[in-house]
Structure formats: structure tokens, C-alpha cells
């Protein structure tokens, strides 16, 4: 089955960039999201990009995605201590029923 | 807009007890449903999901089963709790497989 693999801690400083790192073995997947979880809270969906695509860019958030070296990234500009949180990659299908595969989320802790 | 809400937020049950998880969604028809959980390591497991009344699909083999009574109403239930049933359960819905949305979750310790 399908592998998400993502490093578990991430530490930056408040104004630089973050970037977090996922990735995969099954090159059968359509789409591919970024999901923040705060501590004690449900999952908010960040964004996410299409298979067919290479970059997204929305605000401060960047996705590229390697299909070649089956590599997902998500960089964050300009840090905030707000944004510290895990972060995790999830893979999707088409006729999966909507079944996302996660990562185990990395932990972005932002210091000031 | 839609909004996801679950039920209760937090519990606490001895081995052996009963359970049930309400998970509802408003502000829109037909979704897709899901049921995770997310253990004391970080990883999300898919439990059930269903893309309709009565349509249930299994993902893992365990002592949970999960109803679907209405179009935006799932259920997680448990006869008989396991030490290994704690976690944080989360609910989530979709339209059309792109996106998936989560609830606040339940925390619930077995005991």
C-alpha cells in the first residue's frame, strides 16, 4: 500500500521560512493536501495541489510537488509563532471514495 | 456554509463499556463520511467511510463498527471497549472526493 513518509520536527525562527517535506511511494495518487492540526483541534485543510501540476502558490504558502522523486513540499514565508502546529501530508485517489492516506505530521515549532 | 459537529468532546469509559460517537454535518446533502483515528503517535487511520445511507466500507478489522441512520449522521460504536480503543477521533466530510473537512474531534480515554 501506499507509504507518506515526513520528518517529525521541524524548528525555525519567527520571519524565516519554513519548509516541510513529504514523501511517497505510490505514483497512482490524483491529489495531494496540506492539513494543520493546533494542538487539541480537528484537522484544517491548507491547501492542496493536483497531480498534473508542479507549483501552488497561496499567500504565504508555496506547494511543490516532484512527481519524479514522488517529493511533496509545503514552505511557509515569513513564520509566525501562529503558525506552530503539525502539519501533515495526505494522498488521494480517484474512485478511492474520497480515502486520504496521512503522513505522521511533522511538528513545526516556531521560535521568537 | 457547512459546519461538522461531534460529540461528545471528551469522554472517559472503563474497559469493557459501550460506546457511541455522533459525528453530524449541516449545510449540506449527500456528503461522503469518515471516521479516523489518531492514536498517541501523531498518524491519522482511516476506521470506516461511507458515501451514503447505509453504505458502510471497513478499513481496519477491530471491535468498532459505524452506522450511517441519515444522510448527514454517522455513528461510531463500540459493545465492549479495549484499553486500545483510546485515542482522538475525528469525523470528516467531502463532496466529490477533492477535499476533506474535519470535525473538532473526541478525545477518549479507556480506562
Known amino acids: 500500500g501506499e507509504d507518506v513518509e515526513q520528518s517529525l520536527f521541524l524548528s525555525v525562527r519567527e520571519g524565516d521560512s519554513s519548509v516541510i517535506n513529504c514523501t511517497y511511494t505510490?505514483?497512482?495518487?490524483?491529489?495531494l493536501y496540506w492539513y494543520k492540526q493546533e494542538p487539541g483541534a480537528g484537522l484544517q485543510l491548507l491547501t492542496y495541489?493536483?497531480?498534473?501540476?508542479d507549483m501552488k502558490q497561496d499567500q504565504r504558502l508555496t506547494v511543490l510537488l516532484n512527481k519524479k522523486d514522488k517529493h511533496l513540499s509545503l514552505r511557509i514565508a515569513d513564520t509566525q509563532t501562529g503558525d506552530s502546529a503539525i502539519y501533515f501530508c495526505?494522498?488521494?485517489?480517484?474512485?478511492?471514495?474520497?480515502?486520504?492516506?496521512f503522513g505522521q505530521g511533522t511538528e513545526l515549532s516556531v521560535k521568537p | 456554509s457547512q459546519t461538522i459537529h461531534q460529540w461528545p468532546a471528551t469522554l472517559v469509559q472503563p474497559v469493557g463499556s459501550p460506546l457511541s460517537l455522533e459525528c453530524t454535518v449541516e449545510?449540506?446533502?449527500?456528503?461522503?463520511l469518515y471516521w479516523y483515528r489518531q492514536a498517541a503517535g501523531r498518524g491519522l487511520q482511516l476506521l470506516f467511510y461511507?458515501?451514503?445511507?447505509?453504505?458502510i466500507s471497513s478499513e481496519v478489522p477491530q471491535n468498532l463498527s459505524a452506522s450511517r441512520p441519515q444522510d448527514r449522521q454517522f455513528i461510531l460504536s463500540s459493545k465492549k471497549l479495549l484499553l486500545s480503543d483510546s485515542g482522538f477521533y475525528l469525523c470528516?466530510?467531502?463532496?466529490?472526493?477533492?477535499?476533506?473537512?474535519f470535525g473538532p474531534g473526541t478525545r477518549l480515554t479507556v480506562t
Open positions: 495541489i493536483f497531480s498534473n501540476m
Open positions: 470528516a466530510w467531502s463532496l466529490d472526493s477533492y477535499e476533506q473537512y
Open positions: 449545510g449540506t446533502s449527500n456528503p461522503n
Open positions: 505510490d505514483s497512482s495518487s490524483t491529489y
Open positions: 495526505a494522498l488521494g485517489e480517484d474512485n478511492q471514495g474520497g480515502k486520504l492516506i
Open positions: 461511507s458515501v451514503g445511507i447505509g453504505q
